[in-house]
């Protein structure tokens, strides 16, 4: 059973950047697609971005000038990057996996990412 | 984009049956995948590709899905499946990973 887990600080400071770490246990990253999502306190879920164990990768459009996404396969990790980040920016970032039709079956335990000064 | 309408909540008494609609534009051509999520802690995938259970899930949770509203339908609804619900889909032509607005069940 794949399991997944977030890494990174819990406070980023406004216009600073978001980094963010999800370490692969229990599978291979060499499949899949590998994805963060995040959901703001009391909202609902949304889409960040996915990557490729190949390297291509797919980033929301509401996001896309600020996120980069990159896969360590040697590490068995795949990263985040948000720069600019303000207030809005705050919530629960989940890395996952999506297997076949898209579904997202293996969910982090989720990371609360404060952005405050 | 694609938009994914669902109610924002949804009550029921225990035993009876909720049924949790996600409209979209003819989502009945989409695999249509539902999350479970309770305060607290990660979404849960409960049915996926419409209408198929992951293995641990109990068969009174079903899934349908036809022209413009993809239906979870939770049979003898019991107090552990108060929670968030999302419908989920996957669309190749614009943002891959389009998530519904979420849908609060509340038993009663």
């Known amino acids: 059973q794949v399991q997944l887990q977030e890494s990174g600080p819990g406070l980023v400071k406004p216009s600073e950047t978001l980094s963010l770490t999800c370490t692969v246990s229990?599978?291979?990253?060499?499949?899949?697609?590998w994805s963060w999502i995040r959901q703001p306190p009391g909202k609902g879920l949304e889409w960040i971005g996915y990557?490729?164990?190949?390297?291509?990768?797919n980033y929301n459009p509401s996001l896309k000038s600020r996120v980069t996404i990159s896969v360590d396969t040697s590490k068995n990790q795949f990263s985040l990057k948000l720069s600019s980040v303000t207030a809005a920016d705050t919530a629960v970032y989940y890395c996952?996996?999506?297997?076949?039709?898209?579904?997202?079956?293996?969910w982090g335990q989720g990371t609360l990412v404060t952005v405050s000064s | 984009s694609y938009v994914l309408t669902q109610p924002p909540s949804v009550s029921v008494a225990p035993g009876q049956t909720a049924r949790i609609t996600c409209g979209g534009n003819n989502i009945g051509s989409k695999s249509v995948h539902w999350y479970q999520q309770k305060p607290g802690q990660a979404p849960v995938l409960v049915v996926y590709?419409?209408?198929d259970r992951p293995s641990g899930i109990p068969e009174r949770f079903s899934g349908s899905n036809s022209g413009n509203t993809a239906t979870l339908t939770i049979s003898r609804v019991e107090a552990g499946d108060e929670a968030d619900y999302y419908c989920q889909v996957w669309d190749s032509s614009s943002d891959p990973v389009v998530f519904g607005g979420g849908t609060k069940l509340t038993v009663l």
């Open positions: 996952a996996s999506i297997a076949a039709a898209g579904k997202v079956d293996y």
């Open positions: 229990g599978g291979s990253i060499s499949s899949y697609y």
């Open positions: 990557i490729y164990y190949s390297g291509s990768t």
């Open positions: 590709d419409d209408s």
